[in-house]
């Protein structure tokens, strides 16, 4: 299990990957024309700047991440761009709330907008897991718990499944068993958040401290209830020779 980085350590991380410059400078890095292949970039790849209290993070020169924008409501929030602007407003269950920013010389402010919302799979005339896990009521709630979100992504991801006695194969890629778990959730997720790695491991939960159970463990049990719900749908994992 990786050791968590000291606040010096993520410090000197942001230092040397994201310096700071004036708003008013010319940006360390920028797009070129390239005769080969018509843009390149040159330079720094990341930089920061200040916008009164708030700190706006730039990737190839666009705003990715700003800490400490001003909310609506006048809270303080990091908020990060997935597509949408976003910041966290719980961690038990995991919840954003999605928006838009509008970055001044004087600061930044977050105001919520339309938020996603869930659209379940369309009736199909052939099986699909992705529909019948959407009829799942008891399997949604499960998915508050992000733990077992980052466990169902898991299981999912690069899998070959068959329904029944039906000679139809239903496969999932990586990205597609990402945007699954983050549609059904309901919270805001993006399928970034799984993709490609997972969202969660190691397991936080308090119930699973290492004195109480191994991280192996707490997984295990975590699949082994995945797979009695995928059986109870009449989903399998295919075999090789399926």
């Known amino acids: 299990m990786a050791e968590k980085l000291t606040d010096k350590q993520v410090r000197e991380f942001f230092d040397r990957h994201f310096p700071f410059v004036e708003q008013d400078e010319e940006p360390p890095g920028r797009r070129q024309e390239d005769g080969r292949s018509g843009r390149s970039w040159s330079g720094k790849l990341g930089w920061r700047t200040r916008h009164g209290t ?15 924008a001003i909310v609506a409501d006048g809270s303080v929030a990091d908020v990060q761009y997935v597509g949408s602007w976003r910041y966290q407003i719980s961690e038990n269950p995991r919840r954003w709330v999605h928006g838009t920013v509008d970055i001044r010389r004087d600061g930044v402010t977050f105001t919520p907008g339309e938020q996603p919302k869930y659209v379940a799979p369309a009736v199909t005339s052939s099986p699909d897991l992705a529909f019948d896990l959407a009829g799942h009521s008891e399997l949604r709630e499960r998915l508050l718990d992000a733990d077992f979100a980052d466990a169902l992504y898991a299981h999912l991801k690069d899998g070959v ?4 006695d039906s000679d139809r194969i239903w496969s999932v890629s990586m990205r597609r068993a990402a945007a699954i778990v983050a549609d059904l959730r309901g919270q ?17 939960e308090p119930r699973y401290t290492p004195e109480e159970v191994s991280y192996e463990a707490a997984l295990t049990a975590r699949f082994a209830e995945i797979k009695a719900i995928l059986a ?3 989903w399998l994992l295919a075999t090789a020779e399926e």
Request: charged letters at 20%; zero cysteines.
């Open 161 to 164: 499944f068959r329904k029944g």
């Open 188 to 204: 805001g997720d993006v399928y970034l958040d799984y993709y490609p790695h997972g969202g969660r491991f190691p397991l936080t």
């Open 232 to 234: 109870g749908l009449g």
């Open 54 to 68: 708030s700190i706006v993070r730039w990737d190839l020169g666009r705003p990715t991440f700003v800490s400490g």
